[in-house]
């Protein structure tokens, strides 16, 4: 009989620590996750898969912990005995990095040596062996004419950036120094209806919903230009998972090789609805960029060739997807809105 594996993510209430967390669970795995403690409850993405963990059985169990707290980190690795670590764990939005460039680097840069300090020393006292999954981004690539693959140089353009590319050489020199096995992903965007509210796409899918709800007259948005190659979560956290089940560590681009706009994004998207996105998107400077990256186009070759992966959602079937399920969700709120509840709009909080 197989031994049951064991997982430990950070960010493990993020998008892709949802989608991670369901396929570790159906794949047999113990899923540990570390989550920040908030004053409001932070597990909405989670909710439909965790069990009461007093009852029997139960493979999902969360701690709380921080990138920025090495003691706690310590402390969950000893007691949690993973065999796989997924380091998805961030302040991972491009232009809030420039607002908070200090915290930004604290837990996407120096968040990810302590963890890697922390495996070193759990690997080295207790013998154990750790495969490693660093959460590396597109935008390590920023400035670098596309199409961008492992070998394409970076040229970050962001605090966010220049921190995760910090992380990634972080990783590789861990692997290097130390034999410890970890694989650095470097996943262009990739989104779905569990995407942040904060991230253009599902800005733009939650303002259609609730225009056609009549819950919202206007979306503000910046750079309409940028060019994004856009997959789907899903699909790439099996490529996570595949990457620390190879024999060797590595470095890998996973990307579906087709890039948009953010203008074409709205057309597809608006166009679902049989809408005009320019009767409702207004510029708005504030959601520009100091350093804005224009184009990111992934060739996932060896990703294709070495994982066995390709993307199975392609860019239409994403924004059908994410269309349909924020119409659902705008419908809830104006059944809600109808019987007097008050509903906030959050446009003011996004970036
Ligand atoms: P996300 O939805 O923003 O989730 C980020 C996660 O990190 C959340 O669980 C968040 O907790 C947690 N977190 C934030 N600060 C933390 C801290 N100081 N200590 C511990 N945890 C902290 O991001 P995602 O889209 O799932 O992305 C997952 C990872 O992949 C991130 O590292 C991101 O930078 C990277 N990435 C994402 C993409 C993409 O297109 N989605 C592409 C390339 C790379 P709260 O829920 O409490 O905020
Ligand atoms: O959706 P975004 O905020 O994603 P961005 O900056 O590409 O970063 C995301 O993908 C990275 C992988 O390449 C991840 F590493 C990172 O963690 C994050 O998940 O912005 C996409 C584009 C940008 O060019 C931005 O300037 O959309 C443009 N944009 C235009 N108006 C906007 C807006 N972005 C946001 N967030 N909000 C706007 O109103």
């Not at 403690?37 to 909710?47: C, E």
């Not at 750790?130 to 935008?139: I, L, M, N």
């Not at 490529?239 to 087709?258: F, H, K, R, S």
Request: with cysteine.
């Amino acid at each position: 009989m197989s031994e049951t594996r064991i997982a430990l993510l950070t960010g493990i209430t993020g998008q892709d620590g949802s989608y991670l967390t369901r396929l570790l669970l159906e794949k047999g795995y113990i899923v540990h996750g570390i989550m920040r403690r908030a004053s409001t409850f932070n597990t909405d993405r989670l909710d439909e898969i965790y069990t009461d963990p007093h009852e029997s059985g139960a493979r999902l169990l969360l701690h709380y912990g921080d990138l920025t707290d090495a003691t706690g980190l310590r402390r969950i690795l000893q007691k949690t005995r993973p065999q796989e670590i997924y380091n998805l764990g961030a302040q991972s939005h491009v232009r809030v990095s420039f607002e908070q460039p200090e915290y930004t680097a604290d837990t996407v840069a120096t968040g990810t040596l302590r963890l890697l300090e922390a495996v070193r020393d759990y690997c080295d006292l207790t013998g154990n062996q750790v495969r490693f999954y660093q959460a590396g981004s597109s935008e390590m690539f920023g400035a670098s004419p596309p199409p961008q693959n492992e070998k394409t140089p970076f040229y970050p353009r962001s605090p966010y950036a220049v921190s995760k590319t910090a992380a990634h050489w972080y990783a590789v020199n861990y692997r290097e120094a130390y034999g410890l096995f970890v694989s650095n992903g470097i996943l262009f965007n990739h989104e779905s209806p569990l995407r942040g509210e904060t991230f253009v796409t599902r800005k733009i899918t939650r303002a259609i919903g609730r225009i056609v709800n009549g819950l919202q007259k206007k979306l503000y948005l910046g750079n309409l230009d940028a060019r994004r190659d856009w997959g789907f979560a899903g699909d790439y956290v099996e490529a996570m998972w595949l990457m620390l089940q190879q024999d060797e560590p590595d470095d890998y681009v996973v990307a579906t090789g087709e890039a948009h706009s953010v203008r074409e994004f709205l057309e597809a998207a608006f166009g679902h609805v049989n809408l005009d996105w320019k009767d409702f998107v207004e510029h708005d400077p504030r959601y520009l960029r100091p350093t804005e990256v224009d184009f990111l186009l992934g060739d996932a070759s060896k990703a294709r060739e070495k994982l066995g992966w390709k993307p199975r959602v392609g860019f239409r079937e994403l924004v059908r997807m994410m269309v349909e399920a924020d119409l659902e969700l705008a419908e809830r709120e104006r059944v809600l809105a109808e019987a007097g509840h008050r509903i906030a709009f959050r446009g003011a909080a996004t970036r």
